[in-house]
């Protein structure tokens, strides 16, 4: 019922910090009381540095470190209109291997020596945001609004180094048709400047284009054909235009 691009899904300055799976324990706070209608919320996570996701148990999460997570949401009412503004951090303080290597270190890493260069932590820092610009009087689910997404990352250790997406979504807009949802958007990847010529000279930023229009047919039915360009990293891969129909059936 939404973007299928994982860009208009999540940010991706957090994919180097944050690992695919590991163990870890934290704190949510709620304010002024988890039964308020739109609260805002305060989260703290504190994450084993290493990925398991084979294995079971605490033994090697922490091993080489920690990965600190915070993150704070607002709700707001500018123009009167409900909205939000996200804003979250991640801090990993495990040994990297640097984005700028000397060609001979790499060679020496392929022949099995351990003469790749290493930074001390990474981290990234984003922003989201989504505010209505119209919704109907009886019901403020019903209407339309901006979205947005902002991050930056550790360009000394991450290949994403910044990313940006913009975009338009809603539900209703059509008379008659109160529970169908559109969503229209753009998102662009910034590589780091610090990728050696080798990767630089063949892989540049990314970016694409999506719009989708989410059709109830009956409540447990829905519909949505979705359109993608998307313009990838390879620079001797060409443009992808990508056309796609979901249907989803709730028993």
């Given at each position: 019922?939404?973007?299928?691009?994982?860009?208009?899904?999540?940010?991706?300055?957090?994919?180097?910090?944050?690992?695919?799976?590991?163990m870890?324990?934290?704190?949510?706070?709620?304010?002024?009381?988890?039964y308020?209608?739109?609260?805002?919320?305060?989260?703290?996570?504190?994450l084993?540095?290493?990925?398991q996701?084979?294995?079971?148990?605490?033994?090697?999460d922490?091993?080489?470190?920690?990965?600190?997570?915070?993150?704070?949401s607002?709700?707001t009412?500018?123009?009167?209109?409900p909205?939000?503004q996200?804003?979250?951090?991640?801090?990993?303080?495990?040994?990297?291997t640097?984005?700028?290597?000397?060609?001979?270190?790499?060679?020496?890493?392929?022949i099995?020596?351990?003469?790749?260069?290493?930074?001390?932590?990474?981290?990234?820092?984003y922003?989201?945001?989504?505010?209505?610009?119209?919704?109907?009087?009886?019901?403020?689910?019903?209407?339309?609004?901006?979205?947005?997404?902002l991050?930056?990352?550790?360009?000394?250790?991450?290949?994403?180094?910044?990313?940006?997406?913009?975009g338009?979504?809603g539900?209703?807009?059509?008379?008659?048709?109160?529970?169908?949802?559109?969503?229209?958007?753009?998102?662009?990847?910034?590589?780091?400047?610090?990728?050696?010529?080798?990767?630089s000279?063949?892989?540049?930023?990314?970016?694409?284009?999506?719009?989708f229009?989410?059709?109830?047919?009956?409540?447990?039915?829905?519909?949505?054909?979705?359109?993608?360009?998307?313009?990838?990293?390879?620079?001797?891969?060409?443009?992808?235009?990508?056309?796609?129909?979901r249907?989803?059936?709730?028993?």
């Open positions: 019922e939404n973007f299928m691009n994982m860009s208009f899904v999540l940010t991706p300055v957090t994919l180097r910090t944050t690992p695919y799976s590991t870890g324990a934290g704190l949510i706070f709620v304010f002024p009381d988890v308020a209608k739109d609260p805002a919320i305060l989260s703290m996570l504190v084993g540095a290493d990925g996701p084979d294995t079971a148990g605490w033994d090697d922490f091993e080489d470190g920690a990965n600190y997570a915070i993150e704070y607002q709700p009412s500018f123009f009167n209109l909205g939000k996200l804003f979250g951090a991640t801090y990993n303080n495990k040994d990297f640097a984005l700028d290597q000397n060609p001979r270190y790499i060679l020496g890493a392929l099995g020596l351990n003469t790749l260069k290493k930074d001390e932590g990474s981290w990234s820092f922003y989201n945001f989504h505010q209505y610009l119209f919704t109907e009087k009886d019901d403020e689910t019903q209407g339309f609004g901006l979205f947005g997404r991050g930056f990352a550790d360009d000394e250790t991450s290949p994403i180094e910044d990313f940006y997406s913009i338009l979504g539900k209703g807009i059509i008379d008659g048709r109160d529970q169908d949802r559109f969503g229209i958007g753009y998102y662009h990847i910034g590589l780091s400047d610090e990728l050696g010529t080798i990767i000279n063949r892989f540049g930023d990314s970016d694409g284009f999506e719009v229009y989410n059709i109830e047919v009956t409540p447990s039915v829905h519909i949505t054909p979705d359109f993608q360009i998307v313009n990838p990293s390879n620079e001797n891969v060409s443009t992808a235009y990508i056309a796609g129909m249907i989803k059936i709730d028993f």
